[in-house]
């Protein structure tokens, strides 16, 4: 990052806090969770790399450093804690990730764009067939267990290939990683419901 401290003019790895001085910043939202840990945009995320410095991160930003500080820098401790844990929350998972990419990139919103790829939408009546009318744990419903996930861990990867490298800004390609992203969603939702034993509305 080019930013410097304001107070001791040290290079800031973090908008949150200096690591040389231990200032908190006042970031400006909304900020972006990539700048939040330092890292430049990008859908390949080293995770070894990221929980690094969420660790070096959480020891200048976590709250119980700041409780005899004064309430006004024990709130903005507080803060800073939560946008450092949301944005830890978006940049680990691949899908929220994903997401955050292709808002930045000037994409489709799922409001803007809810629709799925047509091919998926096929799928997905066959599939409501037997979460509807197959019992927990019957073959039938483990096969189709199997089945999504294997149809999310190929819908990742296209994603993932869709994102490296990054598209350009408001290109076409966007709305077709928006129709993925909403696949993947109704594909994790349905694993869920599986998982718990209960088959959607």
């Known amino acids: 990052m080019d930013a410097v401290c304001p107070s001791c003019g040290a290079g800031l ?3 949150l806090a ?9 970031p400006e939202d909304p900020v972006c969770p990539f700048a939040i840990f ?3 945009p990008g859908f390949e995320v080293d995770r070894g790399d990221l ?11 976590h709250p119980d450093f700041f409780a005899l500080e004064g309430e006004e820098t024990l709130a903005k401790a507080e803060h800073n804690n939560a946008l450092l844990n949301e944005a830890y929350g978006v940049l ?8 955050q990419l292709l808002e930045g990139l000037g994409g489709p919103s799922e409001k803007d764009l809810g629709s799925m790829p047509q091919a998926f939408l096929m799928e997905v009546m066959e599939w409501n067939e037997v979460l509807e009318d197959a019992a927990p744990g019957s073959p039938e419903l483990l ?3 199997r ?5 999310r861990d190929r819908l990742a990867a296209e994603v993932g290939a869709a994102l490296t490298p990054l598209p350009q800004p408001g290109g076409e390609s966007l709305a077709g990683i928006r129709q993925s992203l909403n696949a993947r969603r109704y594909v994790d939702r349905a694993l869920g419901r599986i998982s718990a034993g209960s088959a959607p509305s």
């Open 38 to 40: 330092g890292l430049a």
């Open 18 to 26: 200096c690591g040389a001085c231990g200032v908190l910043m006042l």
């Open 51 to 61: 929980k690094s410095r969420l660790r070096r991160f959480t020891r200048l930003v």
């Open 147 to 151: 089945e999504l996930t294997e149809q």
């Open 143 to 145: 096969e189709l267990e």
């Open 13 to 15: 790895e973090t908008p």
């Open 92 to 99: 680990s998972d691949e899908a929220r990730r994903a997401n």
